[in-house]
């Protein structure tokens, strides 16, 4: 019986190293790190797959942490080669809750500790969307962290060729250079601190032609076409006035002789001007007299017949208030629009007539009193 068991743990043994003998050459064994790694996270109920282009990825492996500020969210399960860059798959918790324009970056967690792919919102633009199962963070959503080798790269440039080494001879040159002039540094130390403030208490002047003078260039810029075509016409310009140098000189000497004569002429009717101005000053005071009533008169002339005047008492707000005598009688209508026609009188006469005319004794063309005048028959016919 002990036989048939060893027989049989032996043959289970074979079969297991089979299995795995040919899932390492399906899978290109690695190591332990081609198989999934249990107590890692993003692998719970709603776990999601999202994918991640990196430029580079270091040394980073698979089954390596994926994080969320300082807490472990997921676990890269496959890394691979995509053109120019790496292509990361990874699986995150089903609580994860990140925009789909989310940043990846490879970091550090430590100096000399392990690498880890780090998840973030993005900074610099509003957030969008939200990851989930078959997501894929751009390269250009993707960077790294700076890392051991490249923080101790740039302290040994800066120790070693960064000119540190230098500043003993910086030290000693400044020494040389002040020596015995402490009062002078002082001094200039005193006047940099007096121009600093008069800088300050100016700088809202600065400020102030600072934009004057970009609103300047700015007009400046808009007249540019102008400037161009000015440019371009001046040599034209200067060309024709070097043409018409001659007829300038000679309208510039009828200038002159014209300024000379008018100059005569002047001279010569100064006494008649001044006369003329003395005479002329009697009238312009007598007009000057008359101001307010040729103004009144004018404001009549320019709304006859309704002058404007009173409208000031007239409306009162929104509503009006208005005395109006309107006289209709043939003498009013007879002196208003017929005088000075053929029809003149003949209204008046008729009022007469019927002995209505009103307070004209006698009548200015009768000569005659209505109200003692003869009835006749035909009288109001």
């Known amino acids: 019986m002990r036989g048939q ?6 043959v289970a043994a074979a079969a297991l190293l089979a299995v795995a003998a040919g899932s390492a050459s399906a899978c290109e064994w690695r190591g332990l790190n081609s198989l999934p790694m249990p107590g890692t996270e993003g692998g719970g109920p709603g776990a999601f797959v999202v994918q991640a282009q990196l430029p580079d990825v270091g040394y980073i492996q698979q089954n390596s942490r994926v994080r969320v500020g300082d807490a472990n969210v997921g676990t890269i399960t496959k890394i691979e080669r995509q053109d120019w860059h790496a292509l990361v798959t990874m699986t995150l918790n089903g609580d994860v809750d990140l925009p789909a324009n989310s940043t990846a970056k490879v970091g550090q967690t430590s100096l000399l500790g392990s690498l880890h792919l780090e998840l973030a919102p993005p900074t610099d633009v509003p957030p969008q969307g939200k990851l989930h199962d078959g997501s894929l963070i751009p390269l250009a959503h993707a960077g790294a962290y ?3 080798d490249q923080t101790l790269s740039a302290m040994s440039l800066v120790l070693n060729g960064g000119g540190i080494g230098e500043m003993q001879d910086i030290t000693v040159a400044f020494a040389t250079a002040l020596a015995n002039r402490e009062a002078d540094l002082r001094s200039l130390i005193g006047q940099l601190d007096q121009f600093a403030g008069h800088l300050d208490a100016q ?6 032609a600072t934009e004057s003078f970009n609103s300047l260039v700015g007009q400046v810029a808009d007249q540019k076409p102008v400037l161009d075509r000015a440019i371009r016409t001046i040599p034209d310009a200067l060309a024709v006035l070097a043409e018409q140098r001659d007829h300038l000189v000679d309208a510039a000497d009828a200038l002159g002789k014209f300024s000379a004569l008018a100059t005569d002429t002047v001279s010569r009717s100064r006494e008649n001007l001044v006369r003329e ?3 002329v000053g009697p009238v312009l005071q007598s007009l000057a007299d008359t101001g307010p009533a040729l103004t009144r008169s004018l404001d009549f ?8 005047g009173p409208l000031d008492k007239w409306i009162r707000g929104d509503y009006a208030n208005i005395t109006a005598i309107l006289d209709l009688t043939l003498s009013r209508i007879d002196n208003t629009l017929f005088t000075g026609t053929r029809w003149e009188g003949d209204l008046t006469e008729l009022e007469m007539q019927w002995g209505r005319t009103i307070g004209q004794l006698p009548s200015p063309y009768t000569a005659g ?6 009835y006749r028959l035909d009288q109001g016919r």
């Open 5 to 10: 068991h060893r027989h049989l743990y032996r």
């Open 146 to 148: 700076p890392g051991t």
């Open 203 to 208: 700088t809202d002047d600065i400020i102030a």
């Open 277 to 279: 101005f003395e005479q």
């Open 301 to 308: 002339i320019g709304t006859f017949p309704w002058p404007k």
């Open 369 to 374: 009193n209505p109200l003692v005048a003869p």
